[in-house]
């Protein structure tokens, strides 16, 4: 079945289970890219305070570098990816659990609670659907006031890399449901209570981190 013809619950189940087959070797695949976002993963996460919502908590890269003093809340639609994360626990200082919970429905998550939420390439592996779903659970589960930081990878404007990207495009889209031309900004800013407060490339112009607040 092609994911174009599926409706959001058969597109979430389609993730869920490429991601139950894909996490069996998940940190292996991811081994190369990883040593570039190693190097980002304490300044995007050492700042955040409070109670802390990490969607698409993955294999658990992110935990490690949380502030003792935070209360984090890690959700996952894979269960195998989750239990990849659970043995990461073992090296992190904060109180944390982690969910088995699907982004675009919260079903276990309050209103109302977070200072923050976190994620790194959850919404580009989302469907334009599903991801404006997402979307609207951020706002519902962050404090007035709370804050969000999201990186995303996008296509490049730079002829080269655009040609590098498009050559892994297809692996990239069959192994973990990932796209570069997804519209997550433009999502956040059609948004009625999340406000973009700034954006910034964290390397070329592919890397987007994108920041705003709860209003």
């Known amino acids: 079945m092609r994911m174009l013809n599926m409706n959001s619950n058969e597109k979430n189940f389609f993730l869920q289970e490429k991601y139950n087959i894909t996490a069996t070797f998940y940190d292996f ?3 190369p890219w990883e040593r570039i976002y190693r190097k980002w993963r304490p300044t995007l ?3 955040l305070r409070g109670k802390i919502l990490e969607a698409g908590v993955g294999t658990g890269r992110n935990l490690e570098f949380y502030h003792d003093d935070v ?3 890690g959700i996952e639609l894979s269960r195998k990816m989750l239990s990849k994360a659970e043995k990461r626990k073992t090296k992190v200082r904060c109180n944390v659990s ?3 919970e699907d982004a675009t429905i ?3 998550i309050d209103s109302n609670q977070f200072d923050w ?5 959850m919404c580009c592996v989302m469907p334009d659907e599903i991801q404006k779903l997402a979307i609207e659970q951020f706002g519902r589960v962050l404090k007035k006031g709370g804050r969000f930081r999201l990186l995303e990878i996008v296509y490049s404007k730079n002829e080269k890399i655009r040609k590098i990207q498009e050559l892994f495009a297809p692996f990239v889209e069959k192994v973990y449901g990932a796209r570069f031309d997804r519209n997550t900004l433009r999502y956040l800013e059609q948004s009625s209570n999340l ?5 910034t490339f964290l390397k070329d112009d592919t890397y987007l981190l994108i920041e705003g607040i709860r209003t």
């Open 29 to 31: 695949l991811d081994y």
């Open 45 to 47: 996460i050492g700042d």
């Open 71 to 73: 209360e984090l809340v």
């Open 98 to 100: 982690l969910v088995h």
């Open 106 to 108: 919260m079903q276990s």
């Open 117 to 121: 939420i976190f994620s790194t390439f």
């Open 195 to 199: 406000q973009v407060t700034n954006t």
